[in-house]
């Protein structure tokens, strides 16, 4: 059976997460939360919270055993833009993009 959980809107540019995400694929619940407790990232924080939110889906609403729990997927999609602009020169602007992501991890039992 598979678990998923997605936090929405996050304020981070996907780019800098997917390394995370990839190191992320596979590892059971417990690895997976040990490693984003100690990489010092921005990214980390935003997956352990989506991670956490997950696992406790698992237990409350499937009624899953949290050893027998992997990390089947981790997804950094990019969101849309914010934009702003930089005021320039004899009144011309800059424009500025705040990127926001989507992150979504799936977990499984391995019981398909």
Known sequence: MEV????????????KGRSL???LRGLPVNEA???TELQPQKA?????????????DAQNTAHLAVDALRVKEVRIDEG????RYWPRARGSASPILKRLCHVKVVLTDGND
């Open 21 to 23: 995400a990839r190191a």
């Open 80 to 83: 849309p833009r914010l934009k």
């Open 33 to 35: 939360l040990k490693v």
């Open 44 to 56: 980390a924080a935003l997956v352990a919270k989506t991670l956490k939110t997950a696992l406790a």
């Open 4 to 15: 998923q959980a997605v936090t929405r809107f996050a304020r981070m540019s996907a780019s």
